[in-house]
């Protein structure tokens, strides 16, 4: 098991801040009113899109378009509903965390999967190989340092943007199976499911399979809706997997690693901010449709907070930083971002360089070989 050490003067400083902050203004660091209203509107947008696709939309163009926003929609509920709720910032009330994570289900993933596989082994232990499973989710790539290189990575820095718009399909059609009934997400053992989670595994998987796949082809020719259907999850896949890309695997951010005690260096935010960055924090539009994920440092550092918070408590980590020399790692915008992580995939896609000693040719070395 992987520790870090212990809590040091930084960590306590940002606490008492942060702490200080939900004080003065009388506020918890869960989500309020504004939250539910966004919820509402991107609710009515998922549905309105819909139907737009499968009743309205008439020629490819108007298909198309529709399946274009009707992706933006499952974005929204995946970012800014599904994660939060997985996250149990909404509400201090469970049932409510409970139901805003189980739109994931609704779209085709799953809370049961994505609150162990994402909370614990990434949130935990970002970038330290072997502990962070999202490091080893395919060995045609290379996240880490750490990992071990093969020929085809030289050209991942191309091939792994068609990986990520694959991202999600391939969880729906193949990884949330083999994980469920394997009850393992790399080296990491996952909860044994309760029948009930289990009812509401399939349960849910089979609902999405109808209304994505079943009622569009009683409506539409088949083709034209499985080209739809790859269509709207490439274009999910993508843009989640760039947004949380970008947030760690960048050349900025380390990748430390345990001893053989399995300790870390460093104090866990320490650690989360030397693994972590942000990009467009200034943008509010950028941070309403990520959910606030372009805040990763704030994220990291304090999973259980709603996102509507981040844009403040944001600035309390960038003084305490700031006072001490401590990096703080952010990008100005999305493009920024996603440009450094194409040169940190090529970076390491080449092959790594072994230094080997030079032959030691001294009398002593020779005493054992025979002439």
């Known amino acids: 098991m992987v520790r870090f050490a212990p809590a040091d003067e930084m960590q306590s400083e940002i606490d008492r801040r942060v702490n200080a902050y939900f004080e003065s203004t009388g506020q918890t ?59 149990c910032s909404i509400s201090q009330r469970r049932w409510i965390n409970y139901l805003f994570g189980s739109m994931m289900d609704l779209v085709g993933g799953s809370q049961f999967l994505w609150s162990q596989k994402h909370n614990v082994p990434h949130h935990q232990y970002t970038n330290v190989f072997g502990s962070d499973m999202d490091l080893s989710a395919s060995w045609l790539l290379r996240y880490s340092p750490n990992a071990p290189w093969k020929p085809c990575h030289r050209f991942q820095h191309w091939y792994s943007y068609i990986l990520y718009g694959l991202l999600t399909i391939t969880w729906m059609l193949h990884g949330d199976y ?28 089979a609902f999405y399979l109808v209304y994505m796949l079943i009622i569009p082809s009683i409506l539409h020719p088949f083709p034209y809706v499985i080209g739809l259907f790859v269509l ?46 942000n990009f467009a924090a200034d943008n509010r539009l950028a941070t309403w449709w990520l959910g606030g994920l372009n805040h990763q440092v704030e994220h990291h550092l304090f999973p259980g907070m709603s996102h509507t918070h981040f844009v403040e408590v944001g600035k309390i980590i960038r003084t305490v930083c700031r006072e001490r020399n401590v990096p703080y790692i952010e990008y100005g915008n999305i493009i920024q971002a996603v440009v450094a992580h194409h040169r940190f995939m090529k970076t390491l896609g080449q092959r790594p360089i072994t230094h080997r000693p030079p032959p030691d040719t001294t009398c002593a070395a020779r005493d054992g070989h025979q002439w």
């Open 29 to 87: 660091t869960f989500a309020g009113p504004v939250f539910y209203l966004k919820a509402m509107v991107i609710m009515l947008a998922f549905v309105a899109s819909y139907l737009f696709v499968i009743l309205v939309a008439d020629s490819p163009a108007e298909a198309i378009g529709g399946t274009l926003a009707l992706a933006g929609s499952i974005i929204l509920i995946g970012l800014n509903l599904a994660h939060e709720g997985a996250h």
């Open 232 to 277: 709207l999850h490439f274009t999910v896949g993508l843009t989640l997997s760039l947004v949380f890309q970008v947030a760690h695997l960048v050349p900025e951010t380390s990748f430390p690693a345990a001893d053989a005690n399995g300790e870390l260096e460093h104090a866990r935010y320490r650690h989360q901010l030397q693994t972590t960055a």
């Open 178 to 205: 083999e994980k469920f009934r394997s009850g393992r997400h790399g080296t990491y053992e996952l909860r044994k499911p309760s029948i009930g989670e289990k009812v509401a595994f399939y349960g849910f998987k």
